[in-house]
């Protein structure tokens, strides 16, 4: 979740811990403590880029490899267009895993090699 419920979980983990830090769904990356956590011997696992450089060089990175078709969204559920509104309360239930689409027409995903459940 990052922000302080990251803070929060981070503070839970026992000696020698890993914590993994993506997102910031709360609207800010976790904040990480490095005396606490090396005390702790905690790992700290996929921290956010540290500069706008680094940030840019990962975008270009991840657009490369989108390009090159190596990437594989993680498609966990799809709904009709006219299911919307379905898609938006199971997303908000947290009631998903990976991607949620919806789908206008699914032969157009199946030709460009995407999956669909």
Avoid: N, W
Avoid at 72 to 89: N, S
Wanted: net charge positive; glycine share 12%.
């Amino acid at each position: 979740m990052g922000g302080e419920i990251g803070l929060a979980s981070l503070g839970m983990l026992g000696q020698e811990g890993r914590f993994v830090r993506y997102g910031m769904a709360s609207g800010s990356f976790t904040q990480v403590p490095t005396p606490a956590t090396a005390m702790r011997h905690v790992q700290i696992l996929r921290s956010a880029p540290r500069s706008p450089e680094e940030l840019r060089t990962l975008t270009r990175r991840a657009f490369d490899e989108a390009l090159a078709c190596r990437l594989r969204p993680v498609i966990g559920q799809t709904f009709p267009l006219e299911g919307a509104a379905d898609a938006h309360a199971a997303i908000g239930a947290r009631a998903t895993i990976g991607k949620t689409l919806l789908l206008t027409s699914p032969t157009r995903f199946r030709r460009r090699g995407l999956e669909t459940p």
